[in-house]
């Protein structure tokens, strides 16, 4: 498994001649290279569904975010995203975020891999405070785990000030109150552009999975409580 070796490149371009024209003049290279990002992806699927079965069924196509952004959100009225982006999570929907799912993002000086719960819908994020409240432990468990904290370093995620509604009282007294705070919850591991480009990428993104795994059983598991 490697990154197309033209992604980097065309990536840095991009950003240096963000606009249509451009964009055109290069669509031929563009979707040659939309092409190998989706064997790329299917090759990512399969060396991840070993320590995931639930990847079974995955299509690349529903992983790989487009690169045109969405007019709405594109303030600086750029029309393309300088980055690629894929989202391997278990309902194939690459837009899911109401879930756990494995993130790699592809950009040049800022590329990563993240998941946990960055956006979760008030719901599902009642869900987790619950499941915090009566099984803590395991949680803090995974994330204090010295290869997960190298992994990863600290969670990521916002916060509240005070104890959230329906917890407050005797509850604000648990021992996880301050993850219970938590309005997001959800980790990183950045890598170089050496790592992203070279060849041991498929060896990064299995120990990364594998690392990341009880954190996504956690949260993806208190949907279903």
């Given at each position: 498994?490697?990154?197309?070796?033209?992604?980097?490149?065309?990536?840095?371009e991009?950003?240096?001649?963000n606009n249509?024209e451009w964009?055109n003049?290069?669509?031929?290279?563009?979707?040659q290279?939309?092409?190998?990002?989706l064997?790329f992806?299917?090759?990512?699927?399969?060396?991840?569904?070993?320590?995931d079965p639930?990847?079974a069924?995955l299509?690349?196509?529903n992983?790989?975010?487009?690169i045109y952004k969405?007019?709405r959100?594109?303030?600086?009225?750029?029309p393309y995203k300088?980055?690629?982006?894929?989202?391997l999570?278990?309902?194939?929907?690459?837009?899911?975020f109401n879930?756990?799912?494995?993130y790699?993002?592809i950009?040049?000086g800022?590329s990563?891999?993240?998941?946990?719960?960055?956006?979760p819908s008030?719901?599902?994020l009642?869900?987790?405070?619950?499941?915090?409240l009566?099984?803590?432990?395991?949680?803090?468990e995974?994330?204090?785990?010295?290869?997960?904290?190298?992994?990863?370093?600290?969670v990521?995620?916002?916060r509240l000030?005070?104890p959230?509604?329906g917890f407050t009282?005797?509850l604000?007294?648990?021992?996880y109150?301050?993850?219970?705070?938590?309005?997001?919850?959800?980790?990183k591991?950045?890598?170089s552009?050496?790592q992203?480009?070279?060849?041991?990428?498929?060896?990064?993104?299995?120990?990364?999975?594998?690392?990341?795994?009880?954190?996504?059983?956690?949260?993806n598991?208190?949907?279903?409580?």
């Amino acid at each position: 498994m490697k990154l197309p070796s033209d992604a980097l490149p065309f990536l840095r371009e991009l950003a240096a001649n963000n606009n249509r024209e451009w964009f055109n003049e290069h669509k031929p290279r563009y979707q040659q290279l939309h092409s190998d990002l989706l064997d790329f992806s299917d090759d990512l699927i399969g060396t991840l569904m070993p320590y995931d079965p639930h990847l079974a069924g995955l299509e690349a196509k529903n992983c790989l975010f487009r690169i045109y952004k969405d007019a709405r959100y594109a303030r600086d009225g750029a029309p393309y995203k300088t980055h690629f982006g894929i989202h391997l999570v278990t309902s194939g929907k690459r837009s899911d975020f109401n879930r756990a799912g494995f993130y790699l993002h592809i950009e040049p000086g800022a590329s990563m891999i993240a998941g946990g719960a960055h956006a979760p819908s008030p719901e599902w994020l009642r869900q987790i405070r619950l499941r915090l409240l009566h099984n803590g432990g395991d949680f803090v468990e995974t994330v204090t785990e010295p290869s997960f904290k190298k992994m990863f370093g600290e969670v990521q995620g916002d916060r509240l000030v005070r104890p959230p509604q329906g917890f407050t009282g005797d509850l604000a007294d648990s021992p996880y109150i301050e993850w219970i705070k938590y309005k997001s919850l959800w980790v990183k591991r950045y890598l170089s552009d050496t790592q992203i480009g070279g060849k041991k990428l498929a060896e990064i993104a299995t120990e990364t999975f594998v690392a990341y795994q009880p954190f996504q059983q956690f949260l993806n598991e208190a949907r279903e409580v």
